[in-house]
T-cell receptor, first 112, second 114 residues
Framework: GNSVTQMEGPVTLSEEAFLTINCTYTATGYPSLFWYVQYPGEGLQLLLKATKADDKGSNKGFEATYRKETTSFHLEKGSVQVSDSAVYFCALRVGGGNKLTFGTGTQLKVEL | DAGVTQSPTHLIKTRGQQVTLRCSPKSGHDTVSWYQQALGQGPQFIFQYYEEEERQRGNFPDRFSGHQFPNYSSELNVNALLLGDSALYLC?????????????FGAGTRLSVL
């Protein structure tokens, strides 16, 4: 079956620190990969995506590269801000249809 | 432009009861998917509706059923509620069934089963 594994949180960083949230996956087929972000009291928002190997998704200073050889899609940001504090979910989709398979989420806390 | 709206925001039910949750998709969208997010977990896919039919289903019992109306809005029904059904229920909408289309999520309905 399909599954996504994320590093456990919470991850606590100082403002302007470098962020990495690890994500690895297993999939029967060739997945598209996504990072979603969930702010308190809100729904999930798509942060970035990649649909084929070696693609790099990027948005708002965040980026992730689809690595087929290591089945990974790690999220990175060079300098985090307090406003980046949220829960981040890695997800995949295989084939047609809308079914997204999510990881358990990683909470990020950024302090001044 | 209204995004995905869900109602109610919060709901408290007792074990064995039935519940109906509602979702209005983002303007211009015709496909609705439902997810269950237990506390501290990632969302789990329940099912997807397109053209008023269930098109894809996750690993949920048939106590979970749904409906899509001609205006593309959708309902999620859960019968014979169990304590384990307590969760945040998320609705996501998209345009068509194309694999490249992005899903937009609502803020969810938090269901508590006592």
């Amino acid at each position: 079956g399909n599954s996504v594994t994320q590093m456990e949180g919470p991850v606590t960083l100082s403002e302007e620190a470098f962020l990495t949230i690890n994500c690895t996956y297993t999939a029967t087929g060739y997945p598209s990969l996504f990072w979603y972000v969930q702010y308190p009291g809100e729904g999930l928002q798509l942060l970035l995506k990649a649909t084929k190997a070696d693609d790099k998704g990027s948005n708002k200073g965040f980026e992730a590269t689809y690595r087929k050889e290591t089945t990974s899609f790690h999220l990175e940001k060079g300098s985090v801000q307090v406003s980046d504090s949220a829960v981040y979910f890695c997800a995949l989709r295989v084939g047609g249809g809308n079914k997204l398979t999510f990881g358990t989420g990683t909470q990020l806390k950024v302090e001044l | 432009d209204a995004g995905v709206t869900q109602s109610p925001t919060h709901l408290i039910k007792t074990r064995g009861q039935q519940v109906t949750l509602r979702c209005s998709p983002k303007s211009g969208h015709d496909t609705v998917s439902w997810y269950q997010q237990a506390l501290g977990q990632g969302p789990q896919f329940i099912f997807q509706y397109y053209e008023e039919e269930e098109r894809q289903r996750g690993n949920f019992p048939d106590r979970f059923s749904g409906h899509q109306f001609p205006n593309y809005s959708s309902e999620l029904n859960v019968n014979a509620l169990l304590l384990g059904d307590s969760a945040l229920y998320l609705c996501a909408s998209s345009l068509g069934g194309a694999i490249k289309n992005i899903q937009y999520f609502g803020a969810g309905t938090r269901l508590s089963v006592l």
